[in-house]
């Protein structure tokens, strides 16, 4: 059992950064892959990034790509998510994940493969 609270959602400009963070409590963080997801209003929830559990991988959706950086920090039992040139459409609850088993590639991009979720973080990017 992992506990996962998410920290750093926020109201910025078009334009701008945030830092997510999610913190997890409960078993060994690094036996865990971990993702980001989002959910906008009226939409359903969609693949951001995930991070391996030794950070031996990183994937992206194309949508976020070479705007996003997924890291983690295994002793202190934080996953990250750094985000520059926001855009009104990144605009979401974001989430994050925990896969007890290895998410092995396409694995990771799947909601259905995680089996811990935190309450989510909103972030709101303004025109």
């Known amino acids: 059992q992992v506990h996962l609270v998410e920290l750093g959602g926020g109201l910025v400009q078009a334009g701008g950064s945030l830092r997510l963070s999610c913190a997890a409590s409960g078993r060994a963080f690094s036996t865990y892959d971990m993702g980001w997801f989002r959910q906008a209003p009226g939409k359903e929830r969609e693949f951001v990034a995930a991070?391996?559990?030794?950070?031996?991988?990183?994937y992206y959706a194309e949508s976020v790509k070479g705007r996003f950086t997924i890291s983690r920090d295994n002793a202190k039992n934080t996953v990250y998510l750094q985000m520059n040139s926001l855009k009104p459409d990144d605009t979401a609850g974001y989430y994050c994940a925990a896969d007890r088993n290895y998410c092995s590639g396409v694995g990771c991009f799947i909601a259905q493969h995680y089996d811990y979720w935190g309450q989510g973080t909103r972030v709101t990017v303004s025109s």
């Open positions: 991070i391996t559990r030794n950070d031996e991988n990183r």
